[in-house]
């Protein structure tokens, strides 16, 4: 069993930045990917990145050259950096990590307006 804490959302500008954490802990030598997803009101939940154990990246067309994904495997963190945030960025954004099965965090917000 994994277990994920997300945090570092909030209330951002368009144009600004935000940076989000996930914490690991658990069962964590079984996973050999993690994500991060959004889901906005009304909409599906969505993929907007992905990286593997070691280190391929993947990313929505929809953040590609704005969001990057990272982990620190000393910390047990995976990490979103979003910049030149939009509106449409707007949404709950949940941390995945697949092992024996997908185990989710419990979401945080991220809310991009003026």
């Known amino acids: 069993q994994v277990q994920l804490v997300e945090s570092g959302g909030g209330l951002v500008q368009p144009g600004g930045s935000l940076r989000l954490s996930c914490a690991a802990s658990g069962s964590i030598f079984s996973i050999y990917v993690m994500g991060w997803y959004r889901q906005a009101p009304g909409k599906q939940r969505e993929l907007v990145a992905l990286i593997t154990n070691i280190g391929n990246t993947n990313y929505a067309d929809s953040v590609k050259g704005r969001f990057a994904i990272s982990r620190d495997n000393a910390k047990n963190t995976m990490y979103l950096q979003m910049n030149s945030l939009k509106p449409e960025d707007t949404a709950v954004y949940y941390c995945?990590?697949?092992?024996?099965?997908?185990?989710w965090g419990q979401g945080t917000q991220v809310t991009v307006s003026s």
């Open positions: 995945a990590a697949d092992s024996t099965r997908r185990n």
